[in-house]
């Protein structure tokens, strides 16, 4: 019988790495060393079918779309962000919890006027306003949009939030929250075809794990 080429699931280094490793672990998968620290960017794992490539949290939705990768893990925000049209995502891992909102001074409004509003998830934003009637002007900022309502570069913000330690640390408050954020299992839609058995063994795999962790 020929041996099929591995199967390979798409982490990015940090949060997403270090919550997805411990699903991995109870589903049997152990990486063979250490991607938090390794150099490498593909990793090969206990089992000879599977191993992890390590990609920028952005590009896992872009590897798995066009074949880089059969499976990754990402954020909902990044997903919504990309447009999640040309993947699979059948499971929602319950990791990397945290939820995508509007800040800015406390007791601002943002529904007033025409808000300048600076964040990274430029689609979500224009959407967002947009179904609000709202009129907002963007500006795209790469990280520590925080930063930018305390030049005066911008009114209000999104951005993820989780203890909320960030914004207060910087003056700012959460207004409104846009979207519940955890991270989902993204699947190709060729190898969901092609590799069905084996893909569909590692999602209902992880889906035991999530159901394990959650009930700790
Ligand atoms: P990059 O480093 O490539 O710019 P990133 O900084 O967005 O990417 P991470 O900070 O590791 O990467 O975030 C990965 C995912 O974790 C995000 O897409 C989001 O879903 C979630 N996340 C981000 N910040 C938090 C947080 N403070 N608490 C919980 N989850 C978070
Ligand atoms: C994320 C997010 C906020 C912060 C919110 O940044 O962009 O800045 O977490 O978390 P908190 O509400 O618990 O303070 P991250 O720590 O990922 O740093 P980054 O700028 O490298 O993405």
Redesign the pocket.
Same mark, same amino acid.
């Given at each position: 019988m020929p041996i099929s080429r591995p199967l390979t699931l798409a982490l990015?280094k %940090? *949060? &997403?790495l270090e919550e997805t490793l411990p699903l991995l672990e109870r589903c049997g998968v152990v990486p063979e060393e250490d991607p938090e620290s390794s150099r490498r960017l593909i990793i090969g794992t206990n089992r000879q079918d599977l191993r992890l490539l390590i990609v *920028? /949290?952005?590009d896992v939705p872009p590897y798995v779309e066009h074949g880089g990768a059969d499976l990754g893990v /990402? %954020? *909902? $925000?990044?997903l919504m962000e990309y447009g999640s049209e040309g993947l699979y995502d059948p499971l929602d891992l319950g990791i990397? *919890?945290?939820r995508l909102m509007v800040a800015g001074r406390p007791g601002t409004d943002f529904t007033r006027g025409r808000p300048r509003v600076a964040t990274k998830f430029i689609n979500i934003t224009r959407r967002y306003f947009a179904a609000r009637g709202i009129q907002a002007e963007l500006i795209k900022l790469y %990280?520590s949009m925080e930063l930018a309502p305390l030049v005066g570069m911008a009114d209000f913000i999104v951005d993820?939030v $989780?203890t909320g330690g960030t914004l207060r640390a910087n003056g700012l408050a959460p207004l409104e929250t846009i979207e519940e &954020?955890s991270?989902r299992l993204v699947v190709n839609k060729a190898s969901m075809k092609i590799s069905h058995r084996r893909v569909r063994a590692l999602v209902d795999d992880l889906a035991e794990a999530v159901k394990a962790q959650e009930s700790l």
């Open positions: 990015s %940090g *949060r &997403i *920028r /949290a952005t /990402a %954020g *909902r $925000d990044v990397a *919890r945290c %990280g993820l $989780d &954020i991270s």
